[in-house]
């Protein structure tokens, strides 16, 4: 009984014992593969970083630097205005938190520190 295994071992005898090509043809082919391939290619430049890809998505530099300026808007009103949003709120910041909202850091006036008073 002959298997595929035995038809495929016979069959890379036979590819094992057939002709080789002759080495002019082999040369030949050798020599036009090397006329085909490109000679020094430039290596391609590469894109722009995720930070100019950033900066391009927020509309360059005064996008960049609107959205730097809101953020620190946005954390000096957090820090230092956090009784007065919870008076436009009419105390639901207070009830939210479940006491006082200035309370997240007890001991610490940021106004004396950052003007340097008492």
């Known amino acids: 009984m002959v298997t595929d295994k035995d038809d495929l071992t016979a069959l890379f005898a036979d590819a094992r014992q ?5 080495a002019d043809l082999t040369a030949r082919v050798l020599a036009d ?5 490109p ?8 894109g722009p970083g995720w930070f100019a890809r950033m900066r391009g998505a927020v509309g360059g530099w005064p996008g960049l630097s609107g ?19 919870d008076m436009l709120l009419n105390g639901q910041l207070t009830e939210l938190t ?10 610490i006036d940021f106004l004396a520190i950052s003007f340097g008073e008492g």
């Open 33 to 37: 593969a090397a006329s085909v391939q």
């Open 18 to 22: 057939g002709a080789r090509p002759r």
């Open 98 to 107: 479940g006491g006082d909202s200035a309370g997240l850091m007890p001991g």
């Open 67 to 85: 959205l730097a300026v809101a953020g620190v808007t946005g954390l000096m009103i957090g820090v230092y205005a956090t009784e007065s949003v």
């Open 39 to 46: 000679g020094n290619i430039a290596a391609p430049r590469p």
